[in-house]
């Protein structure tokens, strides 16, 4: 049995008994790891006020890989986030960071990109680099961007030429919501005219987005939530249920965290008149 030590951040807990804890935790170097932390409520254990959300944390377990659950030997924080919890936007932001982190860590799979992404993205949202809004879409857009899925926002996503903004269909106020391009989720992202037929015609749902939103995520992904400073809130909601629709479906499932944002109708439907592809 090996002693392991390694820096991580809480992704769940579950009491267990009157003092102790299961905890779950994204490591940088070991992957998700699965604890028992035995008398984690004791003022004597080595762990005791450690197991927080949010704070970046070191510790050490017993490694076994014949059983579901190690044991947790000591912990002590390297980095506490206090700021987060007094602001209710933060708060939720780093939430959904740590689901999307949960639903992508696996056990013994190492992956320190992961890691040093939530790490960065809760330290943002600590000393506020942007609002929690901008914080949050920069970091789906490089989650994304890690998991190879990042979607194709300037160019196009099937044959890499440039995708040019569609033509306004005859009578449509083009200047009440700006020029659109053709988008598809399951075909990468955006696509120029003739691989957006291609697309259709092979089943491929395919639909359009305002290219001032794909030019506002281009920005964030490349930038991080510093490029939505003065940003107008619309800009920023568009954006960010481009982005959480998206994810869902990519991941095949709606996170908890999306639920209320996206229930209601989609932020970048084209108006009544319908675009030309």
């Known amino acids: ?28 170097e070991h992957g998700r790891v699965h604890l028992m932390a035995k008398g984690a409520y004791r003022p004597t254990s080595r ?28 912990g002590s924080i390297l980095q506490r986030r206090r700021a987060i919890p007094a602001d209710p936007s933060r708060w939720f932001a780093a ?30 949202l600590h000393v506020g680099k942007g609002s929690a809004d901008t914080c949050l879409i ?23 030429g440039t995708a040019p903004p569609l033509a306004a269909p005859e009578g449509h106020d083009r200047d009440r919501e700006g020029p659109r391009a053709a988008f598809s989720a399951g075909a990468g992202g955006r696509l120029c005219r003739s691989c957006a037929h291609d697309a259709r015609a092979s089943g491929r749902r395919v639909g359009t987005l305002p290219v001032q939103t794909l030019a506002d995520a281009l920005a964030l992904l490349a930038a991080g939530a510093a490029a939505g400073e ?24 709606r996170p908890r965290t999306h639920r209320v944002f996206l229930s209601v ?13």
């Open 230 to 253: 003065g940003l107008p809130q619309e800009r920023i909601d568009r954006v960010r249920d481009f982005t959480g629709r998206f994810l869902d479906y990519h991941l095949e499932t």
């Open 47 to 74: 762990y005791f006020a450690v197991l927080d959300f949010l704070d970046t944390l070191e510790i050490e377990w017993d490694h076994n890989p014949r059983r579901e659950l190690s044991n947790l030997r000591a």
């Open 138 to 160: 920069a970091f789906e857009l490089r989650f994304l961007d890690s998991l190879g899925l990042a979607p194709a926002l300037e160019a196009c996503a099937a044959c890499g």
């Open 95 to 124: 939430c959904a960071m740590l689901e999307l982190a949960d639903l992508a860590a696996r056990p013994a799979h190492p992956d320190p990109g992961l890691f040093d992404l939530l790490e960065a993205g809760l330290e943002g």
């Open 265 to 277: 109708p989609n932020r970048n439907a084209p108006g009544e008149a319908a675009e030309a592809i």
């Open 1 to 28: 049995m090996a002693i392991v030590r390694d820096r991580a951040l809480l992704l769940k807990r579950y009491p267990f008994s009157e003092s102790s804890l299961v905890v779950h935790l994204c490591t940088r």
